[in-house]
């Protein structure tokens, strides 16, 4: 019922930044979180950010927190992810997700990966 679209991963050096996209599609009058996620090689999935669709309330991971910013645009119905100072250790695949109102899951984009080089 949402499709959700991820772009702007790449190669980035230690210390740039970058900044990651995701477009919903669906029924995105029906989402209330949307959030990011990352999974590195030999890792599991983990949360870096989420953000409350309406009120823009925002969540982070420790690890990111300071250094990682998570936006959206209601009337695009798109979300961001501001990733600054970076570190190898963020190398991952990252991955968009919504909730909507009446369902647990979330619903998740196809993912992007994010290289950072030493």
């Known amino acids: 019922q949402v499709q959700l679209v991820e772009s702007g991963g790449g190669l980035v050096q230690a210390g740039g930044s970058q900044r990651l996209s995701c477009a919903a599609s669906g029924r995105t009058s029906m989402m209330y979180v949307m959030g990011w996620f990352r999974q590195a090689p030999g890792k599991e999935r983990e949360v870096v950010a989420t953000?409350?669709?309406?009120?823009?309330?925002?969540t982070y991971a420790d690890f990111v927190k300071g250094r990682f910013t998570i936006s959206n645009n209601n009337a695009k119905n798109t979300v961001y992810l501001q990733m600054n100072s970076l570190r190898p250790d963020d190398t991952a695949v990252y991955y968009c997700?919504?909730?909507?109102?009446?369902?647990?899951?979330?619903?998740w984009g196809q993912g992007t990966q994010v290289t950072v080089s030493s």
């Open positions: 953000i409350h669709w309406s009120s823009d309330s925002t």
């Open positions: 997700a919504a909730r909507v109102l009446g369902r647990l899951a979330y619903y």
